[in-house]
């Protein structure tokens, strides 16, 4: 019966995490096979426990190698491709992996899973955040994952509750099985399927061969032909015209902006507050600490969080201010505009990211706040004097950059003194 419950998840979840994966590519499809490497490492295992008394310490280590094994592996996976556009979801089943170690915890190893399931779910906030309107692929990918753990979760509560049970009348445990083959290589690409390019290749370099003599084709642009000294040229229609529909790169649409109903809704521990427009009297109550408020395309509106939770996270909005009690990670600001923030208690980091207009309000214990900020401009903390007015210093915008022979570059602080 343990056993088949294990089979359950790997054909239920874990498959359709598994066939989402192998459709969104790339990472996300190689790391993939490395978790179901891991999981049926773990299969193996089961099968053992339930035929066999246990081992003693030195051989039970032998037998959870394999598994050890393939959880290090996925780990690695994820530090080896950090600069992965798909860093996030990586970063999710690396982080939650290690639930598979429920077999080593004695005696509550239902609640370490959802511990685990819980680590990767700031990764799985971000997964959703970056990709709920642009492919519903990965929304569906984390809710895939999710499920696994959580019915890894129910599994284990109800047939392992007070840790791994093995067999009470088994035999000796067989020799533990080899370590499995290494993932297969990235297919190579052959560059000259499809017929000879050598041909194709020679007369490209017979056209760089030309040197200044590849311009002799070019036809001259005289000065009725430029707009800056025929001003006839610049009647008409304006080269610049807004467009109307979205913009299509190859085969990617820019999403166009969707106007919908405001809501206010929990999720598990999401707060998802999205599309409130000139609301001033929101606030996120009863919150727990390992919580998120998930703020997206909220315009004219002032949201107050009480308690102390995990994170905040503002995702296009404008106008719009925030004001928390205390934070356990961050409060982050992406595309915004015109925002504002203000933390009564404590808050170890602040992101503002492509965000035009940020005023960022300390408490006297947020004085050793970090501050990261990139492509953004406008931004000013305001700290408090104790007098109940506050200090405001601007968050430098312009930087000056040269070069120092044999070290690379140095860059420095333009500060602005005007």
């Not at 088994?170 to 290589?185: F, L, W």
């Not at 990139?374 to 700290?383: D, P, R």
């Not at 408090?384 to 044999?406: C, L, R």
């Amino acid at each position: 019966m343990s056993v088949q419950g294990f089979l359950d998840i790997v054909q239920g979840p874990l498959t359709q995490y598994l066939s989402i994966s192998g459709q969104i590519g790339g990472d996300v499809a190689q790391q993939s096979l490395l978790v179901k490497r891991a999981f049926d490492a773990q299969t193996e295992f089961l099968k053992i426990a339930t035929q066999c008394s246990q081992p003693g310490q030195n051989e039970l280590i032998q037998y959870l190698k394999p598994t050890s094994n393939e959880i290090e592996s996925i780990q690695q996976f994820r530090e080896k491709n950090r600069t992965s556009q798909f860093f996030n979801h990586l970063s999710a089943i690396s982080e939650s992996i290690p639930a598979l170690g429920w077999v080593t915890v004695s005696p509550a190893p239902a609640p370490y899973v959802k511990e685990m399931n819980d680590a990767g779910q700031f990764y799985t906030n971000r997964v959703l955040k970056d990709w709920k309107e642009k492919d519903k692929k990965h929304v569906d990918w984390v809710k895939s994952w999710v499920q696994t753990l959580t019915e890894l979760q129910a599994f284990v509560k109800q047939h392992h509750t007070t840790g791994l049970v093995w067999a009470k009348k088994g035999g000796a445990a067989p020799p533990p099985p080899p370590p499995g083959c290494p993932p297969p290589p990235p297919p190579v690409v052959d560059l000259t399927a499809g017929g000879d390019t050598s041909q194709d290749r020679s007369a490209l370099f017979a056209q760089i061969n030309q040197g200044a003599d590849i311009t002799k084709g070019l036809k001259k642009v005289s000065s009725d032909m430029q707009t800056h000294k025929n001003p006839g040229l610049r009647q008409g229609p304006a080269p610049f015209k807004a467009v109307s529909k979205p913009v299509t790169y190859g085969n990617i649409s820019a999403p166009a902006t969707v106007e919908k109903p405001p809501s206010f809704t929990r999720d598990g521990k999401k707060w998802l507050i999205e599309y409130q427009k000139g609301k001033h009297d929101l606030v996120v109550d009863g919150a727990e600490m390992n919580n998120v408020v998930y703020m997206f395309r909220c315009t004219d509106s002032t949201v107050t969080v009480k308690g102390k939770i995990n994170s905040i996270v503002l995702d296009s909005c404008k106008k719009t201010s925030i004001v928390f009690d205390n934070l356990v990670s961050s409060v982050e600001f992406i595309n915004c505009q015109s925002v504002q923030m203000q933390v009564l208690g404590k808050v170890p980091t602040i992101s503002v990211d492509k965000t035009d207009g940020c005023q960022i309000y300390l408490s006297p214990e947020s004085l050793d706040v970090e501050v990261v900020s990139s492509k953004s401009s406008e931004m000013n903390i305001l700290v408090p004097k104790g007098n109940g007015d506050y200090t405001e210093y601007a968050v430098p915008e312009q930087f000056k950059t040269t070069v120092v022979p044999g070290k690379g570059l140095s860059t420095a602080i333009v500060e602005n003194k005007g």
